[in-house]
């Protein structure tokens, strides 16, 4: 079976950096991705990590260590329309995707 | 706007009722699915359709009846559910359903059981 591990909830406060890290028990791992949900929201696509390294998109960064079945999200210069709920989510053989319980993040003033 | 609508938003229905969940597309996609989200737990993965054919049924009990009539439209027809079905409804999709970390999420039809 798949399983994915991820804290449940992190604080931190406007324009600081915080981790989310997730990590994963797979076979055929394929990739990691990452999701955004606002309560209320659907949803939404943020990364998707198939090779070992950091992808950078704006304030957002994913790392993948396929050797370590481990990877986090980095939300950098943190905003108040950050807090949400984050969740990883693994690509693996022939399956769609499996997602983690999801990090709920609270950005405080 | 994510391109993927989800009808209704909320229903409430006895257990002995029979409703329909509506997702329709506007995204040329080919692959549908359908995530159940409770509190406290992982998106679990229901159905998955790619180009009208049904390619991943994750154990889901036979109550729960989708249907997808072409590649825009997916259906889930719920009858003589329990409390426990009570949950957010997760329609998406995603252009084809190999290898795609990828999915474009509607808003989700929220649930209640009594």
């Known amino acids: 079976g798949q399983s994915l591990e991820q804290p449940s909830e992190v604080t931190a406060v406007e324009g600081a950096i915080v981790q989310i890290n997730c990590t994963y028990q797979t076979s055929g791992f394929y990739g990691l991705s990452w999701y955004q949900q606002h309560d209320g929201g659907a949803p939404t696509f943020l990364s998707y990590n198939a090779l070992d390294g950091l992808e950078e998109t704006g304030r957002f960064s994913s790392f993948l260590s396929r050797s370590d079945s481990y990877g986090y999200l980095l939300l950098q210069e943190l905003q108040m329309k950050d807090s949400a709920s984050y969740f990883c989510a693994v690509r693996a053989g022939r399956r769609a995707l499996t997602f983690g319980s999801g990090t709920r993040l609270q950005v405080q003033p | 706007e994510t391109g993927v609508t989800q009808t209704p938003r909320h229903l409430v229905m006895g257990m002995t009722n029979k409703k329909s969940l509506k997702c329709e597309q506007h995204l040329g996609h080919n692959a549908m699915y359908w995530y159940k989200q409770s509190a406290k737990k992982p998106l679990e993965l229901m159905f998955v359709y790619n180009f009208k054919e049904q390619t991943e049924n994750n154990s889901v009990p036979s109550r729960f009846s989708p249907e997808c009539p072409n590649s825009s439209h997916l259906f889930l027809h719920l009858h003589t559910l329990q409390p426990e079905d009570s949950a957010l409804y997760l329609c998406?999709?995603?252009?084809?359903?190999?290898?795609?970390?990828?999915?474009?999420f509607g808003e989700g039809s929220r649930l209640t059981v009594l």
């Open positions: 998406a999709s995603s252009p084809g359903a190999e290898n795609t970390g990828e999915l474009f």
